[in-house]
């Protein structure tokens, strides 16, 4: 059990029922109060974090989502008072998901050696949860999601890591951060389908931009997964991809865990992820010329989006070796 998670059964347990919040320290080492708080008489459970006054940024920008909402108040008076900022639940249907969240906020904060940076740090976690509750809400990832991210890890760990070692290619993992593609390379971009269908085989293309090689130029990579009980659950991947960061380039473990979250993943979900899934092949396509594609230019105007869906053996002619990884890669550096 987290320290969040065991701050707020012990307030539970005290059976409180007097107005306002009732709370208990967090992460005490942390440059400001860090509080795991239960608000009564309505039993909403939240996190506080406390910040003098002075150490406000005046441009600070506070998050609302599906799920959380923060309101800030003044505790004192001016410049000698201090700010308390309170997290809440708004709605228990978020509530497992609510819980992971505030832990993740809480250390962010506690990272920090200032207060006004975990402040800082503390918003801008808020700001990448806001986002995913807007995208995934309170329930775990679909089928379709789970493949396609379970293709990128293995392409993250299997190719990209072996060329420019394990924390840069986690560096170039874009598509988590909204990038039109999912890895950003010195060279070029990759764009990543995985798929466990049999032929004919079909990829989604999600919008104009994914495979318009005005920006640089692209790779489209399909993974052709297979469902095998021998192979590796999501769960299992990125536990394997954060033990081998822990051993090779620990300081990206948190980006790593950030990137995961922005792209869906909670390990509070990992019950549901229990399909495991084994790598046939690997093929490559570079995206060039005739290539079976929508670009931006080609749409008339007034389109804003499009999506649409590819057949891979109209892609045969453009296969590439995976030697090509190598060239687009090159001015990476291990790290």
């Known amino acids: 059990m987290t320290a969040v998670a065991e701050a707020l059964t012990a307030l539970e347990e005290e059976g409180r029922r007097e107005p306002g919040w009732h709370v ?36 600070l920008a506070l998050p609302r989502s599906n799920g959380f909402v923060v309101e800030p108040a003044l505790l004192g008076g001016g410049h000698a008072g201090v700010v308390r900022f309170s997290l809440a639940l708004t709605d228990r249907s978020y509530g497992a998901v609510f819980t992971v969240l505030c832990e993740d906020v809480a250390e962010a904060a506690a990272e920090a050696s200032t207060p006004r ?16 509750m807007a995208k995934h809400g309170s329930g775990g990832l679909s089928d379709a999601a789970v493949t396609g991210l379970v293709g990128e890890l293995i392409f993250l760990r299997e190719e990209l890591a072996t060329r420019v070692g ?6 170039m993992w874009a598509g988590p951060h909204g990038e039109p593609n999912d890895f950003a390379l010195p060279g070029g971009f990759v764009e990543i389908k995985a798929t466990t269908r049999q032929a004919p085989e079909l990829v989604d293309i999600s919008n104009a931009e994914q495979l318009d090689e005005g920006r640089g130029r692209i790779l489209l ?13 999501l769960p299992q991947l990125a536990a394997d991809i954060r033990r081998r960061l822990a051993d090779e380039a620990p300081h990206r473990i948190a980006d790593f865990d950030g990137r995961l979250l922005a792209a869906g993943y909670l390990v509070t979900h990992d019950d549901l992820y229990t399909r495991a899934y084994r790598r046939d092949r690997l093929d490559l396509f570079d995206v060039t010329g005739t290539f079976p594609r929508l670009t931006r230019s080609e749409l008339r105007a007034g389109i804003r989006t ?8 109209a892609c045969a002619p453009f296969v590439v070796g995976s030697a090509v990884l190598d060239s687009i890669a090159e001015d990476s550096a291990v790290g």
């Open 166 to 171: 394990l924390g840069a290619a986690i560096g």
């Open 306 to 313: 499009c999506s649409y869906t590819i057949e891979l053996s």
């Open 221 to 233: 990579g399909h993974v052709r997964l297979r469902l095998d009980g021998d192979g590796a659950t």
């Open 117 to 132: 940076a975990a402040l800082r740090n503390w918003t801008g976690r808020l700001h990448i949860w806001q986002a995913f």
């Open 24 to 59: 208990r320290r967090v992460h005490p080492a942390a440059p400001c109060e860090v509080l795991a708080g239960l608000r009564q008489p309505d039993g909403i459970p939240g996190l506080l974090l406390e910040v003098p006054a002075d150490q406000v940024p005046p441009d």
